[in-house]
């Protein structure tokens, strides 16, 4: 199928309140401007170098998320025009993000990312810890940066009901947190191989790489 199809295909099954990131890591210009040709406006990136590149040569009005691990050092190159990111997984991440876009002027939109996952080679918050921040005079006095919600990644399984424990548990903890901090619009769960039963657990943002844009070549999770 073309990247139109695959898209309409991922779309026709989404409720109207939830977004289709395209996960367009390792992917050239050529197919992001297929899908963007397509209607497509929501990219999701892994890494800063590619990203920063492929900002500056595509076409402006792409809303540019950054989805994958997050080096503090890095955050100056994506600040000037990223959308949201959703991998904060530490204080001292936050913490530069919004110095860089105190530097450039602007707010910029973050998730914090949860370790819902057994493996422990994912990054994130632990549902207390994501607690604690919120409630932290640190948090507090940032005045550059705005959470947005929650973003996960579940088990890397085929074991569906691990997965939906995993999707059901954030969505709890979510709707948990929402109820004391009501600016708490987003959750972003759910790829290819997981994100209709990360839609069916109350996400509202999916990242879909594969199943738009065909398998990587590379492996590119961080
Ligand atoms: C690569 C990646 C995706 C997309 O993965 P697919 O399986 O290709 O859909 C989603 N989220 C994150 C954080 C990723 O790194």
Redesign the pocket.
């Known amino acids: 199928m073309s990247i139109a199809g695959n898209l309409q295909h991922v779309s026709a099954s989404l409720p109207d309140h939830v977004t289709l990131i395209a ?1 367009s ?1 390792t992917k050239p210009d050529e197919l992001i401007m297929e899908a963007y040709d397509a209607g497509q406006k929501d990219f ?1 990136e ?1 890494y800063v170098q590619e990203l920063a590149d492929k900002q500056a040569r595509l076409p402006k009005d792409i809303r540019w998320h950054f ?2 691990h997050l080096q503090s050092n890095k955050v100056k190159y994506i600040a000037p025009f990223v959308h949201l990111v ?2 904060v997984d530490s204080l001292k991440l936050l913490q530069e993000i919004n110095k860089q876009a105190l530097k450039n002027n602007r707010t910029i939109d973050c998730l914090l990312q949860v370790h819902i996952a057994q493996e422990d080679t994912k990054f994130g918050f632990s549902f207390g810890e994501c607690k604690a921040l919120l409630e932290s005079a640190d948090y507090k006095a940032l005045g550059n940066v705005r959470l947005k919600g929650l973003m996960g ?1 579940a088990s890397n399984t085929a074991q569906e009901t691990q997965v939906a424990r995993e999707f059901s548990g954030l969505q709890a903890f979510f709707n948990d947190l929402k109820a004391l901090y009501p600016f708490l619009e987003e959750l972003s769960m759910g ?3 997981d994100y209709q039963l990360a839609v069916k657990n109350g996400s509202t943002m999916i ?5 738009i844009f065909g398998e ?1 070549s590379y492996p ?3």
């Open positions: 996960v890591k999701g892994n989805i994958g959703h991998s990644m790829m290819s191989g990242r879909v790489g594969s199943s990587r590119a999770k961080d």
